[in-house]
């Protein structure tokens, strides 16, 4: 299961409104195929490890294989016909599983189907670590909003910006790159009108190799005053200003379900200043946090965050935390009120 999820973890960013899934097949205490959920529209994880055992090892490698997934195998007819017909059809013996499919219509479908079909099954392992793995998904199933990472970078102060006449940046080059990857986790980057006029960024993916396989992650500004954008900015004169869009800023959780709904957003990336990070959390719109903090005291006026704050002073779990080059960098999971 742990290489099921190595594979699964190959599709994260890339497959929403599909969540990433993998699958190992093993004979005999081998390994004899693997595969990954790619991109939606296209197969299923179970059926390119079956399709990769078959090209390996011939027709008849799978008789009496144990496949391991990271998520339950669907059941019914969607873009791609059921995975739990194309485990049938390939003769395994065993299926075994990590999390339940959070889609209604999948979810708890597979055991009676492979049962009936005399394949033994078992599910849960390691579902805390696979259920990590399609969080976005799972909070678009239960809530039709997306899981919404707010990533900032702040002096020791907390500020987010230097002093006027220093240069634009707090992080070193090393966290910028550690951005990088995560912006490749998530479907679209949300900013504000204010964060455009103020910083003019590009908010996109510079490394071709996260881009592989994938769109530019949509670019979302919210504002009010539309007519206030600098034309020249970024966002509206790169290659991928086409994956660039203006939403109300006072309708902020409508646009997110329509990121939802009309795009296949499962995670968005809030990069923008204090303002409108309040608003998100001050509505409970934020699901995770990565902040990354420098060895600096800048002062001025702006803070991370502005408004309320978060229930209990904004416990978070899951804490992870390294150095990133001479900054510090905090990831953690916004626990719940
Ligand atoms: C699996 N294996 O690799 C994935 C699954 O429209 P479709 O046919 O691509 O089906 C999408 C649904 O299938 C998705 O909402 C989720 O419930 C499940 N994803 N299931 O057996 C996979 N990606
Ligand atoms: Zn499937």
């Not at 699958?23 to 595969?35: K, N, P, Q, S």
């Not at 055992?53 to 990271?70: F, I, N």
């Not at 709904?261 to 934020?286: K, Q, S, T, W």
């Not at 600096?296 to 990133?324: K, S």
Request: glycine fraction near 12%.
């Amino acid at each position: 299961m742990r290489r099921a999820i190595a594979e699964a973890r190959r599709g994260v960013g890339r497959t929403s409104p599909n969540p990433p899934v993998g699958a190992v097949l093993v004979r005999d205490g081998i390994e004899i195929g693997a595969g990954w959920h790619r991109r939606a529209g296209q197969p299923h994880a179970e059926r390119e490890a079956i399709a990769d055992a078959l090209q390996r090892s011939g027709p008849d490698a799978l008789r009496g294989a144990t496949a391991y997934v990271t998520l339950e195998p669907c059941s019914t007819h969607g873009r791609t016909p059921p995975c739990t017909d194309g485990l049938i059809e390939a003769g395994v013996s065993h299926v075994v599983y990590a999390s339940t499919d959070p889609n209604p219509a999948h979810a708890g479908g597979a055991d009676p189907l492979l049962r009936s079909a005399g394949i033994e099954v078992a599910s849960g392992v390691l579902a805390d670590e696979a259920d990590r793995l399609i969080r976005p998904f799972a909070k678009v199933q239960g809530t039709g909003l997306p899981w919404v990472i707010w990533k900032t970078a702040m002096s020791l102060d907390g500020r987010l910006t230097r002093p006027p006449g220093e240069g634009m940046w707090l992080t070193g080059p090393e966290a910028r790159a550690e951005v990088q990857k995560i912006r490749a986790e998530v479907d679209a980057i949300v900013t504000s009108g204010e964060t455009v006029r103020r910083d003019r960024p590009r908010l996109d993916l510079r490394e071709p190799e996260l881009l592989e396989g994938r769109e530019m992650p949509w670019r979302v500004v919210l504002t009010d005053r539309p007519d206030s954008l600098p034309d020249d900015a970024p966002l509206f004169t790169d290659a991928h200003r086409e994956r660039t869009l203006v939403r109300p800023r006072m309708d902020f959780e409508k646009t997110l379900r329509e990121l939802v709904r009309e795009r296949g957003v499962n995670a968005v990336m809030l990069e923008c200043g204090g303002r409108l990070a309040g608003e998100f959390a001050d509505r409970g719109l934020i699901d995770e946090v990565v902040a990354f903090m420098a060895p600096m005291i800048c002062g001025g006026p702006v803070t991370a965050l502005a408004g309320e704050g978060l229930p209990d002073g904004a416990g978070l779990d899951q804490i992870e935390f390294r150095q990133v080059g001479p900054d510090v960098m905090l990831r953690g999971i916004v626990r719940e009120g």
